[in-house]
């Protein structure tokens, strides 16, 4: 599934992800979710081989690339069964963030390891007073002499469990104004007064998601990354790329259900032909892999956007990638599974844990509904309804 508009050494690097995929598969990562277990040796390679510090500058142990490269090491992994939800957030939103925008002391600490997987970082921004409204966030930073003191809640924050720190959005109160403004501070997990307990999911996967309370967490000066007016920026510095890794997570579980259906589709026989000879099975396959095609290429318009520093162009394409790439990923699935019929339910062929897995490309990070609103507020120049 190459594509002409991607360099011979973007070619080279599916390939040599896919492969890596072939390796582990969907059954190594819904064994390691059933036994509780994460998927250490599936990081371990794909640290090992560079694939997860594709994007960190190379000064610091990465591969100097982009958002690109990384969202198409998640396709691909998300391709052959096996996609990894920490790269999302530890080198893709976390990484990112403290390569633009952290102190000299910041990057040495973290880059390294985040780019050979020995360290990772979970983020924190949802809460559950705010959803989607970065503006009602409560959780608030405020200055104790040469500390930063953390006081609120946070909820579905992914893999606090094996972090080594969370990235925690909070509110500091602007000396000018008066008003509260976004700031990322580095969380270590064993700090005093951060707490954390599993949320029972329904959904089954080797990243477990946490609600988190934050007690008069004390940290030091140097726990704040970037500058302290910077504010909306520095936060959609990891957004957008969250957007676009989201983008890549569910192309490549699409393609992963859809190339079980093909596969079935042209074996299973039940009349003189093979049921994907038959248009009703046929075409809406072919719509589905139409629709994960138009995805991934705003996808990789999304992340060459963002790699180029546009960060207004990233923001849009971004929100557009990964709306058209959720819902081309749910249509993918859906009809995977109707074509295998009773079997596209059994454990045997993998599907049936994806009809839950695949709605929450549409409900995370952001809602279908405010990709909308952004798309007609900012796009459109449509009036606000709230």
Known sequence: MSSTLESKEHQALRAAVAALGQKYGREYLARTAREGGHPDELWADAARLGYLGVSIPEEYGGGGGG????????????????????????????????????????????????????????FGIT????????????????????????TGRKVFISGVDIADATLIVGRTEDAKTGSLKPCLFIVPRDAPGFGRSVIDMELQAAEKQFELTLDEVRLPADA???DEDAGLLQLFAGLNPERIMTAAFAIGMGRYALAKAVDYARTRQVWKQPIGAHQAIAHPLAAAHIDLELARLMMQKAAQLYDAGDDM?????????????????????DQSVHTLGGNGLTREYGLASLITASRVARIAPVSREMILNFVSHQSLGLPKSY
Request: glycine share 10%.
């Open 67 to 122: 958002i690109t490269e990384l969202s198409l090491v998640l396709e691909e992994l998300g391709a052959a069964g096996c996609p990894l939800l920490m790269m999302v957030v530890s080198p893709a939103i976390c990484g990112t963030v403290i390569a633009r925008f952290g102190t000299d002391a910041q990057k040495r600490t973290w880059l390294p390891g985040l780019a050979d997987g020995t360290r990772t970082m979970a």
């Open 127 to 150: 809460e559950p007073d705010a959803g989607s409204n970065s503006h009602r966030i409560t959780t608030t930073a405020r200055r104790d002499g040469d500390e930063w003191v953390l």
């Open 224 to 226: 704040l990354v970037g």
């Open 313 to 333: 162009g990233a923001g849009e394409a971004a929100n557009m990638a990964k709306y058209a790439a959720a819902e081309a990923c749910v249509k993918a699935v």
